[in-house]
């Protein structure tokens, strides 16, 4: 670099902030800018003017105290700037400002004496040359200064300052008075001081400040950092800003249009109606003009033969005029056409319900927790846990959030939700799904999805598992014979076994604990709770009445209907009405609640074989046929459907079915009796499962019920006992 850059360079550096000018007399500020005296007391008047104790730094905006003597003369001097000031004077010559230090008589320095360290006058030059222990000495003259030159000036030592020691350099540091001495102040005014060399102190102080000034730059770093992110937060601000806005601009477009759209078919309709009722007014008015035209034809000629008044005229037409004037007056008069009145009513204004949300949450960083480690199942209720986040990922709450969550079953259809704000920044999510399969779940938080949605959830079917059993062959107490049927009363949940070979009715607490029995004068084939938990009992052998006992046992009435023949089971569907299966004439027969009526009687087309038990549920008869190996579905009319399974032991196949229910799941449940399982299906006759294993292993499921906490209850007839499952 060549001297005239770097003075410029220089130059540059030495500039006061506040005037751009060299700086004079420099004080440093505690921020570490330095401006001029006078320029920082000026800028400090001008503040007080404005009434205010304190000023900022123009440079970094530090807040300062005004001193109160209103300069800042006591504010330190900055030693770099005034070796600045120094040396720039010596640019284009610097003749007004170095004098020569060897000398008294302060003529203008022309040279420096590197060794010796002073400005040197040109007499004094000569002289120095002239002596031999200065004659080689390096020196260089004003004009003749180069970068090196300069900063070697910059960098030359600094002499003491105090009287009789100006020629000596401040090599020591006092380590009690924290200043710079020479030699001679060593011993003059600091001779019992701790003192140490300038450059070994300067060296440790310079440790102190490489480390404060490390910390300050990684600080520094780190707020460049903040600072980026920062940017970048305030430009994806305004991009989310401009985004929603756009938004809502085409929303309201699209609302403007349809509204147009609406405005167009109005309009239509509107001259729709002008056209049809226009139509019937000149219809009308064709129809009064027609009369009108004729009344006036038939007058003129009338008139004009009475005002001739000619006889024979008269005598000739009379007869004609008077039948046509007759004819006319007997034409039935047009109706007027009573236009109806036209009202544009609006029902509903239209309703925006939008809004404008500012708000700290991000749903980019927002998350769902909970549901990926559930086993979720049909029919029981589940949930899941949102929680809102900022941009930092920590966890917040703004009460103006909105949350959305649509959980989709496998059809589509949307299930209710119920979503619970915990006021901390979490929402608890509530369902119930009512079908296995999977299931959308979609969550917005403030219209945006959350990262991941929408989840995909795997709801599973419910899985019946064993539970207890109870019963054994024999005649006593939770002994039995031969199980013929069985049934639950949904009120108490006291179960009611028909124990046919021992003409009687068990009945059991819903743990399966013997609670009373009912004795009967012949075998029990059927039995079924009503709705106000009595017990109706079918006893083909004996006659044909049904009856009907408390839970307590005993009798309260028959029930005796002459459209039954040979009434073999029996079921009670939840409108209360009795559904019979007929041995005799192979037909399914419903009665009324009361058993007085005969609703209904239907069988099934092209089929021999007499159907065993039916039962009734959503509008369908669904009929098992033991020895035509189906179930048979029936519309509520009567009306056949379709058959489930056929002869076979695959899935969805059977050997004898028997028993039927429909549990809370909307499975229905067929009790297929020689393959030893029971098998599970959709209503639509679709196979979904079977529970079979070692509860039925030489065993023979016949008859099941369902209580009301969803428990399947199983009879398994080869070995007497009963099995329960949940």
């Known amino acids: 670099m060549d001297v005239q850059q770097l003075f410029k360079n220089l130059k540059k550096e030495a500039e006061c902030p ?38 900022k730094c123009p440079v970094c905006q530090t807040s300062f105290q005004i001193p109160e003597t209103d300069t800042f003369e006591n504010l330190p001097s900055s030693f770099h700037l005034n070796r600045l000031v120094d040396v720039l004077a010596l640019e284009d010559g610097g003749v007004q400002s170095q004098r020569c230090n060897s000398c008294d008589e302060n003529n203008t320095a022309t040279c420096y004496c590197f060794v010796c360290q002073d400005f040197l006058c040109a007499s004094c030059f000569e002289a120095h040359q002239r002596l031999k222990a200065t004659r080689g000495h390096r020196n260089v003259l004003m004009e003749k200064l180069q970068a090196q030159d300069v900063q070697e000036l910059i960098h030359r030592p600094v002499m003491c300052s105090q009287q009789y020691h100006e020629d000596q350099p401040l090599e020591f540091y006092c380590e009690d008075c924290k200043v710079l001495i020479c030699h001679k102040c060593t011993v003059v005014s600091h001779d019992r001081h701790s003192k140490t060399d300038t450059q070994k102190a300067a060296q440790e102080q310079k440790m102190q400040m490489s480390d404060a000034v490390a910390k300050v730059k990684a600080e520094m770093v780190r707020y460049d950092i903040e600072i980026k992110k920062q940017t970048d937060l305030r430009n994806k601000n305004k991009v989310e800003i401009l985004n929603e806005e756009k938004k809502m601009t085409d929303t309201v477009e699209k609302l403007i249009g349809d509204l147009r759209e609406h405005e167009r078919k109005m309009k239509d309709k509107f001259r729709e109606i002008y056209e049809a009722e226009q139509k019937h007014h000149a219809t009308r008015l064709e129809n009064f003009e027609l009369v009108a035209t004729q009344l006036k034809s038939c007058f003129e000629r009338c008139q004009s033969i009475l005002d001739r008044n000619f006889s024979v005229e008269i005598l000739q037409t009379n007869h004609a005029i008077l039948g046509r004037c007759n004819e006319l007056l007997n034409v039935r008069k047009p109706d007027l056409y009573m236009s109806p009145h036209v009202h544009y009513l609006v029902e509903k204004k239209l309703d925006l319900i939008d809004r404008v949300v500012v708000t700290k949450t991000d749903p980019s960083k927002c998350l769902a927790e909970g549901q990926d480690s559930k086993e979720v199942k049909e029919r029981k209720e589940t949930y899941f846990v949102i929680v809102t986040k900022d941009s930092e990922e920590f966890q917040c709450y703004q009460q103006d959030d909105k949350i959305k969550v649509n959980v989709l079953t496998p059809e589509g259809d949307q299930l209710k939700t119920d979503i619970k ?43 019946y598992e064993f539970a207890f059993q109870f019963g054994s062959k024999g005649k006593g107490q939770a002994e039995f014979d031969v199980i013929q049927d069985i049934d639950v009363c949904d009120k108490t949940g006291t179960i009611a076994v028909a124990d046919g070979g021992n003409n009687r009715i068990q009945l059991f607490s819903s743990e399966g604990k013997f609670r009373s029995e009912i004795k009967l004068n012949g075998e029990p084939y059927s039995l079924a709770f009503t709705d106000s938990g009595d017990l109706l009992t079918l006893v083909p052998k004996s006659d044909n009445k049904l009856r009907l006992f408390n839970e307590e046992g005993h009798f309260i009435k028959h029930i005796n209907d002459k459209h039954l023949d040979k009434p073999f089971r029996l079921s009670i569907a939840s409108d209360g009405r009795i559904i019979l299966t007929d041995v005799s004439d192979k037909k399914i027969k419903v009665l009324s609640p009361d058993g007085n009526v005969l609703l209904q009687s239907f069988s099934a087309p092209d089929c021999d074989e007499f159907p065993f038990y039916a039962i009734y549920h959503q509008d369908k008869f669904f009929v098992c046929y033991y020895y035509a190996n189906c179930v048979k579905v029936f519309e509520k009319t009567g009306v056949y459907l379709h058959d489930i399974g056929c002869k076979g032991s695959s899935d969805g196949q059977f050997n004898r079915p028997v028993g039927l229910v429909i549990d809370e799941y909307n499975r229905l449940i067929v009790c297929d009796v020689d393959n030893h399982r029971l098998q599970l299906f959709t209503l639509s006759g679709k196979f979904v499962s079977e529970i079979d294993g070692h509860y039925f292993k030489n065993g023979l499921p016949s008859t099941v019920a ?21």
């Open 18 to 55: 506040l005037c751009i000018e060299t700086v004079k007399n420099p004080k440093t500020l505690p921020c570490l800018h330095s401006f001029c005296l006078e320029c920082i007391d000026r800028h400090a008047n001008f503040a007080r003017r404005q009434l205010k104790a304190t000023i």
């Open 421 to 463: 704000d915990t006021k901390e920044g979490k929402y608890t999510v509530t369902y119930t799904p009512q079908d296995a399969g999977q299931h959308r779940v979609e969550i917005l938080v403030n219209g945006q999805p959350l990262t991941g949605s929408p989840l995909i959830v795997q709801v599973h079917q419910h899985q």
């Open 706 to 726: 369902i209580n009301s906490g969803g428990s399947l209850i199983v009879v398994d007839v080869g070995r007497r006992r009963i099995s329960v499952f949940l």
